[in-house]
């Protein structure tokens, strides 16, 4: 089986990093995605690694360590609109998806 | 312009009473899965499917059916063996010639009076 354990909440203000982790214990390991969910809207895909290491997509980053089955999701620049829900996910097939962190993003 | 829709947005519906949620994709993805959200909680999955006219029971199916006669469709059937049916239902597609990545549909609340 698979489990994906993330904190439940991260606050932050404009302007700062923040770094949201996922730490996953799975039976066969088919690369870490990361997800964005604003409340009541639907998850959109922000970022994949299959491999070690950073993954960079503007201001979003995500990286990965197999060996301490590890990753995070790096928020630079941030704004008001991050303010949402970030899920980490794994799985072939078919995703099992993390507990969810929620950020906060204040002014 | 390719995407998935689910309808409706907000659904009520009695206790006891079977509902169908429509999930349509017109994407060209093989793959196509439903998932429930609880209010702060993660997705679960409900069933899946990786081609027409098969599928498969994911974490939480009991209670739930499906049908996949159609490759664009994919609808959910929440019966009244559900115990607890309040909740947020997505759909969503992958296309498993390229990339796992799920593309997901708006979303239905669907709330059990």
């Known amino acids: 089986g698979q489990s994906l354990e993330q904190p439940s909440e991260v606050t932050a203000v404009e302007g700062a990093i923040v770094q949201i982790n996922c730490t996953y214990q799975?039976?066969?390991?088919?690369?870490l995605s990361w997800y964005q969910q604003h409340d009541g809207g639907a998850p959109t895909f922000l970022s994949y690694?299959?491999?070690?290491g950073l993954e960079e997509t503007g201001r979003f980053s995500s990286f990965l360590s197999r060996s301490d089955s590890y990753g995070y999701l790096l928020l630079q620049e941030l704004q008001m609109k991050d303010s949402a829900s970030y899920f980490c996910?794994?799985?072939?097939?078919?995703?099992?998806f993390g507990t969810g962190t929620r950020l906060l993003v204040s002014p | 312009d390719g995407g998935i829709t689910q309808s409706p947005k907000y659904l009520f519906r009695k206790e006891g009473q079977n509902v169908t949620l429509s999930c349509e994709q017109n994407?060209?993805?093989?793959?196509m899965y439903w998932y429930r959200q609880d209010p702060g909680q993660g997705l679960r999955l409900i069933y899946y499917?990786?081609?027409?006219?098969?599928?498969q029971k994911g974490d939480i199916a009991e209670g739930y059916s499906v049908s996949r006669e159609k490759k664009e469709s994919f609808p959910l059937t929440v019966t009244s063996a559900q115990k607890n049916p309040t909740a947020f239902y997505l759909c969503?597609?992958?296309?498993?010639?390229?990339?796992?990545?799920?593309?997901f549909g708006p979303g239905t609340r669907l709330t059990v009076l």
């Open positions: 996910a794994s799985g072939f097939q078919k995703l099992v």
């Open positions: 969503a597609s992958v296309d498993t010639a390229s990339t796992d990545t799920q593309y």
């Open positions: 499917s990786q081609i027409v006219n098969d599928f």
């Open positions: 799975t039976s066969g390991f088919y690369g």
């Open positions: 994407l060209n993805h093989d793959a």
């Open positions: 690694n299959a491999l070690d």
